[in-house]
């Protein structure tokens, strides 16, 4: 077989410190993780989680290599997630990066982490020019490609869906990520509890939503699975409403669901049923490639690396607010 590059992608913008080798192929050949879960009741504190990282890297980068059979000499780029994310998190993984870097005489490539997302769900799904909905920790967005860069066509306004979910669940006791626990308590849901869903154009918001569901938690009158059901169905309904507006607005023949959230069944079908109105072809990121990890960064690295993006030691500080739209996309038109 003809020989190809291949790409060693960092990937630690919040909770999860990931190392992936993958080929100029697109083929993943390893995709280490080590996530750090912090004590129930808690979110994500920066500082924990970064030292989680550092005493992760070593072990997980050797098991990486161990994995896809490559030795460090056969790299020919590093990749890391530049932003945005948690500063102290993102420091770590840009101090090991810059460091293997160094040493192995290979060109440092920065990515945004929430192209990353995009990029992989597009290998593995296929998709081509679609309409993406991202949702995650760290985003909740819907964008598409124009004139050179990912566009932002709606977004949140204040919290993301993941951080909706999360936060629920930390409320209710439910340990972390919250996410597939509210989605599993919701399969028990019977009785649907009025919650106020706010959409305004192409842009949602959820921080009034999650203090209300946290009032009524509190009350302790509903059933947390109602809570969880209703709160699913009015979160992923606002979403959809607003992806629908784009996609008819964008005319996508494509509706690509990609980040964490995407693994959620309820919030498929939803969308689903939005791409199937509108003539587009539903396409969701395979669940083991849905969350944050080193396969996203890797690809992404192997896109940039290819048209010549590369950025020097002295200026690779990380970017912890780094917008999405601000980002030339040099490998696609
Ligand atoms: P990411 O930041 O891309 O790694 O995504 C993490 C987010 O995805 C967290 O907020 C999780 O709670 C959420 N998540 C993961 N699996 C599910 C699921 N099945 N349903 C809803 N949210 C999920
Ligand atoms: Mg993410």
């Known amino acids: 077989m003809e020989k190809t590059e291949i790409c060693l992608g960092i990937e630690s913008t919040a909770h999860t410190f990931g190392v992936s080798l993958v080929t100029g192929r697109g083929e993943i050949l390893s995709d280490e993780r080590s996530v750090y879960k912090p004590p129930p009741g808690r979110g994500i504190h920066p500082r924990e989680s970064a030292q989680h990282h550092a005493q992760q890297a070593a072990p997980t980068l050797k098991e990486a290599f161990r994995k896809a059979g490559v030795k460090p000499s056969q790299i020919d780029a590093v990749a890391f997630s530049q932003g945005p994310g ?14 293997l870097a160094l040493y192995l005489k290979v060109p440092l490539v920065p990515v945004h982490h929430a192209i990353g997302h995009i990029e992989l769900a597009a290998l593995k799904t296929g998709a081509v020019d679609p309409l ?45 990520p919250g996410g597939p626990m509210v989605e599993r308590l919701a399969g028990e849901g019977k009785r649907f509890v009025e919650l106020p869903l706010t959409v305004k154009g192409n842009d949602v918001s959820y921080s009034g939503l ?70 587009a072809r539903f396409l969701v990121v395979p669940r083991e490639y849905s969350g944050d990890c080193g396969a996203q960064i890797a ?28 980002v030339p996309i040099p490998w696609r038109r």
């Not at 690396?305 to 020097?312: L, N, P, T």
Request: include cysteine; charge should be positive; aromatic fraction near 8%.
């Open 86 to 99: 948690l500063g102290p998190c993102l420091r770590t993984g840009a101090t090991v990066a810059r460091a």
């Open 299 to 326: 690809w992404t690295g192997i896109l940039a690396y290819r048209c010549g993006v590369q950025v020097s030691v002295e200026r690779s500080q990380v970017k912890p607010r780094w917008r999405l739209d601000s």
């Open 210 to 279: 999650l203090t209300y569901t946290v009032k009524l938690l509190r009350e302790g009158v509903h059933r947390l699975e109602d809570l969880c059901f209703s709160l699913q169905e009015v979160a992923f309904s606002a979403l959809a409403e607003a992806a629908e507006r784009a996609l008819a607005f964008l005319e996508k023949k494509e509706l690509l669901l990609a980040g964490g959230v995407a693994a959620n069944r309820t919030l498929q079908k939803k969308l689903r049923i939005v791409a199937r109105e509108h003539g």
């Open 132 to 176: 993406v909905v991202l949702v995650s920790g760290g985003h909740t967005s819907i964008v598409a490609f124009s004139a050179g860069r990912w566009r932002v066509f709606g977004e949140t306004e204040d919290i993301t869906l993941g951080n909706l979910l999360d936060a629920f669940a930390r409320e209710a006791g439910l340990p972390s």
